[in-house]
């Protein structure tokens, strides 16, 4: 065998080892972002996690120091998915407005599936402490904040979105409104979608979005 195959085989066993693990770590973020949302940080068992997912408790440890590294890591997984997913939706919108039905709209959608609660739940369990799961959660939570402050700055420059309270507190009620909707609404759907869009643009000020 030449030394180029040998190369080209060793290379083939390295990318389906890597594939293999990312397929491991997908499936163990996902299992415990279920047991999160469900059950929270203090009640959720490491093993249970891994035989959800299919694999051994050593398959998680591999992956994960422990219970802070993978909830860290869960926290992080499900804001780059609903980033892409949502935010690239946002991103598309021609104006201010349409942006933050958009998002609204996304947010919903996205909610339908039994991962999507898991800010919500660790949220709620780590208010008043301070805890680095806690801190994560609070951060992604100001980051969507300030990006929908904005949003609103602009929908008042340009007078789509009326003047009113500072924005950052219209902002604040803006995800609060479109959270509670949608936890209310839990497997409603398509009203969950309508109905998130309506609660958004009446803390906006506007009348209800076109389509609702």
Not at 92 to 99: C, I, L, T
Not at 159 to 167: F, R
Request: charged share 20%; glycine share 10%; with cysteine.
């Amino acid at each position: 065998m030449s030394p180029s195959t040998i190369q080209a085989s060793g290379s083939r066993r390295r990318s389906t080892q890597a594939e293999r693990s990312a397929r491991t770590r997908t499936a163990l973020l996902q299992s415990a972002a279920r047991g999160l949302s469900r059950y929270g940080y203090g009640n959720l068992v490491l093993e249970q996690v891994a035989r959800d997912a299919g694999y051994t408790r050593g398959a998680l440890y591999h992956q994960f120091t422990g219970k802070k590294d993978l909830a860290l890591a869960v926290v992080e997984w499900v804001d780059e998915t609903w980033w892409r997913e949502v935010g690239g939706l946002v991103d598309q919108q021609p104006g201010p407005v349409a942006a933050l039905i958009a998002l609204a709209r996304g947010h919903a959608i996205y909610c339908r599936r039994d991962v999507a609660s898991v800010a919500m739940a660790l949220r709620l369990e780590f208010s008043g402490q301070d805890h680095p799961v806690g801190r994560e959660v609070e951060r992604i939570s100001k980051t969507l904040v300030k990006r929908c402050a904005r949003l609103i700055n602009a929908g008042r420059r340009d007078g789509s979105i009326p003047p009113g309270p500072p924005a950052k507190a219209v902002a604040l009620a803006f995800v609060g409104a479109l959270e509670g909707a949608v936890i209310a609404l839990a497997g409603q759907a398509p009203h969950d979608e309508l109905l998130a869009a309506r609660a958004a643009a009446g803390v906006l000020g506007l009348d209800s979005p076109a389509g609702t």
